[in-house]
């Protein structure tokens, strides 16, 4: 990196002591520096849809929405900051950065990175869903309703992480265990599975309820996406666990409205 454009970064150490930071409605911190592209109506509103109860389990961490978050390329592990995006910045940067500091478990997010508001969004909430699975763990009625889909050999999954687990987690499946004689599972993949499975199911409901979209954007080439109505079960769950906000709706429609 020249060192020019090194010297346009701030640390973000600085930018946790100097960026005014926010409070929502719903208890979540977080706060927007530099030119990020965002109006603060719908950063709120974004930041608001987290329901309470999943909230309140974060009150650790804090938000940083930037315009780019990068790695020191001088060789240290600090991460930096550009207040403004520029395209050889954008080479660099990446979606999120972790950093701790003085208490504050801090999320620096790349907004420049991320095209639209879904990407965005989507990157907002699979932080939050990996921060309450890693706080809460899986609750026993969805690791009772996700296992019985992955018996049941339902179709595809949410992420790519959650894919690879859950096929590890059964590779062995036809053989059974020389003690009990049940069938061999893999305990680790499946708890792996089970976590992927939970914190991926949290993000996308989160994100039904802060943005309109179709399940078919979410679609990857290295793995199926989960079956429509093997989701819709799990989304009704995450619901009834973590009730939306007041002025947020969850709802699953299958078919648009002409």
């Known amino acids: 990196m020249a060192e020019g454009v090194q010297s346009d970064l701030v640390q973000a150490t600085q930018v946790i002591h100097e960026a005014t930071v926010r409070h929502a ?129 339902v179709r595809g999954e949410t992420s790519q992480d959650a894919w690879e687990s859950r096929g590890l987690s059964l590779a062995n499946s036809g053989k059974t265990d020389k003690i009990d004689g049940k069938p061999a599972i893999d305990e680790k993949a499946r708890n792996n599975f089970l976590e992927s499975a939970f914190s991926d199911a949290v993000a996308i409901y989160q994100l039904s309820l802060a943005v309109d979209f179709d399940y078919s954007e979410l679609r990857e080439r290295e793995y199926p996406l989960l079956a429509p109505q093997a989701l819709a079960d799990r989304l009704r769950l995450v619901a009834r666990l973590f009730p939306p906000n007041p002025a947020y709706e969850f709802a699953i429609r299958y078919r648009r409205r002409a």
């Open 25 to 153: 409605t719903n208890g979540m911190r977080y706060s927007a520096f530099g030119d990020n592209n965002l109006g603060g109506n719908d950063l709120e509103r974004m930041v608001q849809a987290v329901p309470i109860a999943i909230a309140g389990a974060l009150n650790r961490k804090t938000y940083y929405f930037v315009p780019l978050a990068l790695s020191d390329r001088r060789g240290g592990e600090a991460t930096l900051v550009a207040p403004a995006y520029t395209p050889e910045l954008g080479d660099q940067a990446i979606c999120h950065r972790n950093v701790t500091h003085d208490g504050t478990e801090a999320v620096f997010i790349s907004t420049r990175l991320l095209g639209d508001r879904f990407a965005l969004a989507f990157e907002f909430f699979i932080n939050v869903g990996h921060a309450f699975v890693d706080v809460i763990g899986v609750p026993e009625a969805f690791d009772q309703l996700v296992w019985g889909q992955a018996l049941s050999d």
